[in-house]
């Protein structure tokens, strides 16, 4: 069955919407208004339906493409407003810039700490890190030396807490959080994290992690990639 079954709008144009809002940092009133402009009619709640939706969907189809081979990561946390109050959103990248995971969490201990690190490890399959730089924060070495002691993650990567090796990753998150500024706040963690999932991975697209598949299997274009991800097909 397909993705767009039932709805109103061609594939394509509801793709469109989700990445422009998703890559560019603007509201949904700004993202309405681009589409009346351009002859298309859709109210800014139907476009956050949209994003709730396909964003996710989205991050999940690129899994695949996704490339993880790095042995040296770095990572970090970074706050996030819902619902008037600071959440947590753990993020890694690799030397390059590359991301490697990133996961939304109510609260910054070891317990979320493990979690995230789980996740990016398990993700990531073969290609463990030798290295994975933090700050001081003491729940990395606590959420690092769990999975050891329960063989989820190889005795030989270590940990090494150094705040200005970080440097570049707290950059990144300024990126990001410019993305996020438009949202002014989300209003609960699961509209955050669909919509965080969305942002996450246009700044993928936005970083070349996924530049050899739109070569080969996009025709050459971001677009024609996202919609054959979707089933579309030119």
Avoid at 58 to 63: C, I
Avoid at 171 to 195: C, E, N, V, W, Y
């Amino acid at each position: 069955m397909s993705e767009f079954k039932y709805r109103q709008f061609q594939g394509e144009l509801i793709l469109w919407a989700v990445r422009w809002y998703c890559k560019y940092g603007i509201s949904y009133r700004d993202l309405e208004e681009m589409l009346q402009e351009r002859g298309v009619e859709v109210d800014h709640t139907t476009l956050y339906r949209w994003v709730q939706n396909y964003a996710p969907e989205l991050e999940k189809r690129t899994l695949w493409y996704q490339n993880r081979l790095s042995f040296s990561w770095k990572v970090d946390e970074t706050y996030v407003k819902v619902k008037g109050q600071w959440k947590y959103l753990f993020r890694a990248i690799d030397k390059h810039g590359d991301t490697i995971d990133f996961l939304l969490t109510s609260r910054r201990d070891s317990k979320a700490a493990k979690r995230f690190l789980a996740k990016a490890l398990r993700r990531s399959k073969r290609y463990v890190p030798l290295r994975i730089n933090s700050d001081k924060n003491p729940a990395y070495g606590l959420a690092l030396a769990e999975p050891k002691r329960e063989g989820k993650a190889p005795d030989y990567v270590k940990l090494r807490q150094v705040k200005y090796l970080n440097n570049r990753l707290e950059s990144d998150h300024g990126k990001l959080k410019r993305l996020i500024k438009p949202t002014l706040g989300f209003q609960s963690m699961r509209t955050a994290a669909a919509t965080i999932k969305g942002f996450e991975v246009m700044r993928m697209f936005k970083k070349g992690q996924f530049d050899g598949w739109v070569r080969s299997v996009g025709g050459g274009t971001e677009v024609s990639f996202i919609n054959r991800l979707f089933g579309i097909h030119a």
